[in-house]
């Protein structure tokens, strides 16, 4: 069946780094675009970041720019995100998600993220 694991949560101190990493089987991965949402209390959820199917073209929220990098691994079919610089309102939850369509869009569970002194 379809899986989608994120791991790499954690709490950080401002400045500080983590590295989220989703883990996916049971769909063919080299063709799903790979994305990372996040939401935090009482927002909404916010794409964060994406990465097209062979790893060429990527894109991030003006929020995360230059702090955040995607990556993908069609190998090991995995994707990560390096979240670097960190700031107390990247606290979030932070979900994976695998993308193809509407009918081809799949979920992890979330991992949480903290950032606070």
């Known amino acids: 069946q379809v899986q989608v694991v994120e791991s790499g949560g954690g709490r950080v101190q401002p400045g500080g780094s983590l590295r989220l990493s989703c883990a996916a089987s049971?769909?063919?991965?080299?063709?799903?675009?790979m994305r990372w949402y996040r939401q935090a209390p009482g927002k909404e959820r916010e794409l964060v970041a994406t990465?097209?199917?062979?790893?060429?073209?990527?894109n991030y929220a003006d929020s995360v720019q230059g702090r955040f990098t995607i990556s993908r691994d069609n190998t090991k079919n995995t994707a990560a995100l390096q979240m670097d610089s960190l700031k107390p309102e990247d606290t979030a939850m932070y979900y994976c998600?695998?993308?193809?369509?509407?009918?081809?869009?799949?979920w992890g569970q979330g991992t949480q993220v903290t950032v606070s002194s």
């Open positions: 990465i097209s199917s062979g790893g060429g073209s990527r």
């Open positions: 998600n695998a993308w193809r369509g509407v009918f081809y869009n799949y």
């Open positions: 049971g769909f063919p991965f080299s063709t799903y675009a």
